[in-house]
């Protein structure tokens, strides 16, 4: 249904954002950190079921839109790379407090002890309202779909699939090796920081890479 090469392109660029640590990626790791392997991958399942609905969203109704006007579908996307560079710049300047961020996290995790359905619930929160997928699937899904193909709605969904299969891996990742090495993050503010400073970049650089890229009618 979706053209291969498409395919390939849009996991590169999702890949790329997702392992970049935002709202769900931390939230995963103070759970981790906080609470254990089973609360950091009970929370990675609400999260990832709660961005599949900003792709229902998207694929179902601001999708349509976007897929009929040029003009939106510029306006949105341009919107979309203006606030990619701006997190990846308020991510490269805060690099030095990403330990504080961390810290945080954990003391809300573990002063909100609950059980699995509260933690899952307060995954899927996170991540239908985490601020930086919600651009990635305005801005960016659209331009990945092969209107020529038909079945634009199904292409979405296909998509945002692909999408969230890598979000589960990587979050799962991040919430295991957080709950495994627990002190290695919390004693080195330098690896800490390492991680926030590249983790801008690539923001920045994908922020560009939408702006630059598109459609072309």
């Not at 002063?111 to 930086?132: D, I, M, Q, S």
């Not at 979000?167 to 090495?181: H, I, K, M």
Request: charged share 10%; glycine share 14%; aromatic share 10%.
């Amino acid at each position: 249904m979706v053209p291969t090469d498409r395919l390939l392109a849009f996991a590169a660029m999702s890949f790329l954002l997702i392992v970049v640590p935002g709202p769900s990626v931390l939230f995963v790791i103070g759970r981790a950190l906080a609470q254990g392997r089973r609360a950091a991958l009970t929370t990675v399942a609400g999260n990832t079921v709660g961005a599949y609905v900003l792709v229902l969203a998207v694929a179902f109704g601001v999708g349509s839109i976007v897929e009929r006007s040029v003009l939106v579908f510029t306006t949105l996307k341009l919107a979309g790379a203006a606030y990619l560079v701006y997190l990846g710049v308020k991510a490269w300047r805060g690099r030095g407090s990403l330990r504080a961020a961390f810290a945080g996290d954990v003391t809300a995790a573990a002063a909100a002890g609950h059980g699995g359905l509260r933690t899952f619930w307060e995954g899927f929160a996170v991540g239908v309202t985490n601020p930086k997928t919600i651009v990635f699937f305005a801005a960016v899904l659209p331009q990945f779909v092969d209107r020529g193909q038909g079945q634009v709605a199904a292409q979405m969904l296909l998509l945002g699939l692909v999408f969230n299969v890598i979000a589960l891996v990587s979050d799962a990742v991040w919430g295991l090796v957080a709950a495994t090495a627990r002190g290695w993050f919390a004693r080195s503010p330098r690896r800490l920081s390492a991680v926030g400073g590249v983790g801008g970049l690539t923001m920045i650089g994908l922020g560009v890479t939408v702006a630059v890229t598109g459609r072309k009618d």
